[in-house]
Structure formats: C-alpha cells, structure tokens
C-alpha cells in the first residue's frame, strides 16, 4: 500500500494531502481508509501544501528577563499545599 500512496503523491507534484491522495486511491479502485493513507504519510513524512501564510500567535521579547525558578525544577511536596506550580501559557 505504501508503493501506492508513494506513487499518488509523487505524480501529484508532491502536493495533495491525506484527503486528495485517498480520493485518488479510490477513483483507481483501491479500497483503503483514510485514516491508513494518513498513518502511512506520516510514516513516510509525506505532506501535502497549505496555502496562504502560517499564522504566529507570539513574538517572544529575547530581550525581557526570564523569570527565577523558584523550585529548581524539583516538584515533589513533602505534603500537601506545600507547593504549587501553574503554567499559563
């Protein structure tokens, strides 16, 4: 099956994705699911193009101090309420 998909993708100038590459399988009268052709580009590291530009969220500051780590990375409490860590990202 990997062939196949291989073969689908590269006559495609290695555009199409998961979908367009099963639908293609398909209309040649291969039955495989969806989730198959998936795994096996993943496995292959197949991707198929995005249009338009990637979204960025965040711009880190390099400059800003980074704040202490007040627990040196050691996050077991000898008993309760002794420590609390958060993260809000």
Known sequence: MLPQVQRVYDQNLRV???DKVWRQLRREGTTVARCTVER???LRGLQG???GKSVRT???DTKAA???DRVNRQFKAQRPN???VADFT
């Open 40 to 42: 096996l580009m993943r």
């Open 66 to 68: 980074c704040p202490l």
């Open 82 to 84: 002794q420590l609390w």
């Open 58 to 60: 965040t711009v880190p």
């Open 49 to 51: 193009v995005r249009r």
């Open 16 to 18: 199409y994705g998961a």
